[in-house]
């Protein structure tokens, strides 16, 4: 999705301007004054429609996934794993979707943590899965993936934490594509460069990532650059997060990342520019 920035002094001016450019079924995204001390210029931001339903579309990939997995052939548990950086917020992110009606609560989950490198990784899973009262498996190697999965073969859903590590001097993932999960989120702060999270995705792009999980969009006034970047990793985004609440702060991403666009998820009316 392209975004094109337009200003200049008059709205009508600029509306005039937008519609040359992208033509009558244009949609403004967003319409602002910027005070400038030769004098204030209006600004509106808009795009092709049929760009904006193709991102649309993108981000609802998320949800088609979700909707999917009710008809997949594996037997046993749905299996979702969160990847990504160190302070991406993945153990805090599993609570929430073990938890939130939002998420999977509801739903019987167990947990499995890969996280045994980190300080105190294992003890802050265990302690809010007891606090919860969920069963999680510490995983240490791929052979002890088949006994782990056998002891949560009674949920409905388990929840993978993976260590925010490298693939490539850990042996975490052989453990986590032994899980085999039916989707992988790529947990990254909503306020990173794009140019790193790129990185990230490319440097874990073996474990399979299926989906993108903003989180900390506490961290990120007015949600700005949601949409940019989604668009930048070009992933489906079912969920985003934002604060440390448990099991708060958790929603669905589609009406969150299109409303940073000014957007209403529900109908995708904005302002058209024909008439």
Do not use: C
Not at 22 to 47: C, F, H, W, Y
Not at 226 to 231: G, H, I, R, Y
Not at 260 to 274: D, F, I, N
């Amino acid at each position: 999705m392209q975004l094109e920035t337009f200003r200049g002094r008059e709205l009508q001016d600029v509306v005039r301007h937008v519609r040359r450019s992208l033509g009558d079924d244009a949609m403004i995204v967003r319409t602002q004054v910027l005070k400038r001390p030769s004098g204030n210029v209006v600004e509106v931001v808009a795009a092709q429609s049929a760009a904006i339903e193709s991102f649309r579309k993108r981000i609802d990939g998320g949800r088609a996934a979700a909707r999917r997995s009710k008809g997949r052939k594996r037997v046993g548990p749905y299996v979702i794993a969160l990847v990504g950086p160190p302070g991406a917020g993945k153990t805090t992110t599993t609570m929430k979707l073990a938890l939130h009606p939002e998420g999977v609560g509801g739903k019987s989950v167990g947990l499995i943590t890969l996280d045994t490198y980190r300080v105190g990784g294992i003890e802050e899973l265990q302690t809010y899965a007891e606090i919860a009262d969920l069963p999680v498996e510490v995983v240490y190697h791929a052979r002890e993936v088949p006994a782990a999965i056998e002891r949560l073969r009674d949920r409905q859903v388990i929840l993978v934490d993976a260590p925010g590590r490298s693939i490539e001097d850990q042996g975490w993932l052989e453990a986590l594509q032994a899980i085999s999960p039916d989707e992988v989120h790529l947990v990254l702060p909503a306020g990173l460069r794009h140019d790193v999270a790129r990185r990230h995705r490319n440097n874990l792009a073996e474990t399979g990532i299926t989906h993108l999980l903003l989180s900390k969009l506490d961290e990120v006034p007015g949600d700005v650059g949601l949409a940019e970047m989604v668009e930048a990793l070009e992933l489906p985004a079912r969920w985003v997060a934002d604060g440390f609440e448990i099991p708060g702060n958790l929603a669905a991403a589609g009406p969150r990342i299109m409303g940073s666009l000014g957007v209403p998820e529900e109908t995708g009316s904005v302002v058209r520019m024909a008439g």
